[in-house]
């Protein structure tokens, strides 16, 4: 009988020699010189791990701040179009994250909530993301509503941010890794407001966005056209057959997305999506107003066209119900209301168990649009990207470079969310509390 005791010394010695052969100077490496992340866990190694090691790196949040914004100026220099709320949290070892929790017309309460937020999360550490979510939502339990959850949302896009700066690599990665090189998006709006409604402007207009490398775009095409009763009119349905088909014309692979902004009863949406059927647009954005899943379900099923919506869902627990009941095919979280990377990223597996596709809402600052090209980037049910507020010089500022294409974009390959906020911005496009709206 062989003794077990006689073979320990050896047994840990043969292993004491395999782990300094992967982990010591022999380590498997990634990457040149002395920037090298080893391949392993070694505690004297660079590894990703090893930097993750929060006894070694608190990543104590020494600040967090809001920040109002207007990005664009007029002719005349002046700040205009609507107000966005970024958040800042820096760490007490200089690195400075991001969020963005816009919800436009709404941006006051939604400061003085990251406010009262700041002075729990301030002192904790930023790795972890999880438990500082669930503790402000359940301090403010009580008041939970839109401008809570755009406060939770910049707080915690801000700490992915962080993260990922921390560890050197992009938020993408955090999440599992890139499923797609690049984000194909839908633009928006790009007809514009005075266009004549007709087939023939729709058609023209929609040749040059083709020719100018787009592959789907949104647009409203009941504009001033909502009545108490909420109930379409024959002139509209004509006008909307009329548009439709001349955009079809225009662009015979072309995506149409058509918005409704929550105007109609059941019955106006399903005669609205029926007009839509022959012309197979990608989907129907809020055919009805998204607070009832039972109407919006019966929507659904008289149509075969898909209908969207999910910007107004402020967290999974409002997607639920319309997951569950099937009464959508594609949900519309956006990042900046919902709650943040965190709470977007659970409603889209929720989705993703009844095969229904995400496409995030996407209208606010560049720090909204990098959280959602890392989410899209490694979501296995995303369809596709709102363009948004385009601003390409804004966007080059802060991504360092900006590839203004109208059909996909790159995921940021920078740490954290890829952007860069400079005092020189915040100095040109801050705006004070008490004139925000």
Known sequence: MRNSNAIAPARRNFLKSVAAGILGGGAIAVGPGASAVSAWTGAQTNSVLNQARTDSSPLKIKSVTPMILQLQRDSLTELKDVHFLLCRIQTEDGITGWGDGSSWGNVAPIYTEIERAAQSVVGQSAWNIERIWQGIWNRRGSSEGASVQSSIAAIDCAL??????????????????????????????????????????????????????????????????????????????????????????????FDICIEGHGKFNVGSAITIAKVLEPFKVLFFEEPITGGNATAMREVQRATSVSLAAGERMQSRLQAREFIERD???????????????????????????????????????????????????????????????????????????????????????????????????????????????
């Not at 839908?186 to 083709?210: C, D, F, H, Q």
């Not at 006008?239 to 439709?244: A, K, N, P, R, T």
């Not at 590839?403 to 954290?416: F, H, K, L, Q, T």
Request: net charge neutral; glycine share 8%; hydrophobic share 40%.
């Open 327 to 437: 009464a959508l095919r594609i949900l519309q979280p956006d990042a900046t209301r919902c709650g943040g990377i965190t709470e977007l990223r659970k409603m889209a597996e929720m989705a993703d168990t009844h095969f229904m596709t995400v496409a995030p809402h996407n209208p606010n600052t560049p720090v909204c649009t990098a959280a959602h090209l890392h989410l899209s980037a490694a979501m296995s049910n995303f369809l596709i990207l709102e363009e948004g507020a385009r601003n390409p010089k804004m966007y080059a500022e802060l991504f360092g470079a900006w590839d203004d294409n109208a059909a996909s974009w790159a995921v940021p390959e920078r740490p954290g969310l890829g952007v860069t906020i400079s005092d020189a911005v915040i100095k040109e496009y801050g705006v004070p509390l008490e004139k925000s709206h």
């Open 160 to 253: 992915w941010d962080v993260v990922g700066q921390k560890l050197g690599v992009p938020v993408y990665k955090l999440l599992g890794g890139k499923l797609r090189d690049r984000i194909r998006i839908y633009t928006s709006y790009r007809w514009g407001r005075n266009i004549e409604r007709t087939r023939e402007a729709y058609a023209k207009r929609t040749k040059e966005l083709v020719a100018g490398g787009a592959l789907a775009g949104k647009y409203d095409p009941f504009f001033n056209r909502l009545d108490a009763d909420r109930q379409v009119s024959l002139q509209t349905l004509r006008e909307l057959e009329q548009m439709v088909q001349g955009i079809r014309e225009g662009g015979p692979d």
